[in-house]
């Protein structure tokens, strides 16, 4: 079992990054991020085993691999949904919204119904004790608004912790979209 990789990242798409490690080409699905080709990556790994396929998922932090592990637990939820949930919400804010009950929060996530959100509120709200939760709530309609304009995920996480959530929502989508130029 792979539980941890450093390689030389050689290519990287939305979804995934290729490492080179002893001359040998990872292809690992990733947390939306910005990498660049040549910089030196440590991913802790969670393998996915299947009759057609053998899957790396690499996680920057070992919480968050662990938290992965606990989402996957979830009937419905698969490793590509579990990885979809961590790009669109940081670990601590995903932490938050599940202890809050907020399944249109987890809605909101591409691949996640109604009923797929509230199971995993259910099944999840007792399983996030020993993981850090943020204190600031994510604004989702914020981030409703910037996924219907077309935003990425990555791009939207990288901005949106720097909005001012006390202003109206218009001011904080004008805010946002600022700071995305």
């Known amino acids: 079992m792979i539980a ?5 990242v050689l290519e990287y798409t939305d979804k995934e990054v290729v490492l080179s490690v002893g001359g040998i080409g990872y292809s690992v699905f990733t947390i939306l991020d910005t990498y660049t080709q040549g910089e030196t990556l440590a991913l802790f790994i969670h ?11 690499g996680f920057k932090k070992k919480e968050e691999r662990d938290f992965f592990r606990v989402l996957i637990g979830v009937s419905g939820v698969g490793p590509k949904t579990g990885l979809a949930m961590l790009s669109l919400y940081p ?7 599940i202890k809050t009950g907020d399944a249109k929060a987890i809605a909101l996530v591409p ?5 797929t959100s509230e199971k995993v509120v259910i099944d999840l709200k007792d ?11 994510t604004n989702t309609d914020l981030l409703e608004a910037l996924l219907s304009l077309g935003y990425k995920e990555y791009q939207i996480r990288e901005v949106i912790s ?3 959530t006390t202003l109206p929502i218009e001011k904080q989508l004008t805010q946002a979209l ?3 130029q």
Not at 91 to 97: A, G, K, N, W
Not at 127 to 137: C, D, H, L, S, V
């Open 178 to 180: 600022h700071k995305m």
């Open 47 to 57: 393998q996915v085993i299947k009759d057609d396929a053998h899957e790396l998922y």
């Open 4 to 8: 941890h990789i450093t390689g030389t």
């Open 111 to 115: 691949g996640i119904g109604k009923k």
């Open 127 to 137: 399983k996030t004790e020993g993981f850090a939760e943020a204190a600031q709530k």
């Open 91 to 97: 670990l601590p804010d995903l932490v938050r919204i």
């Open 162 to 164: 720097m909005v001012d």
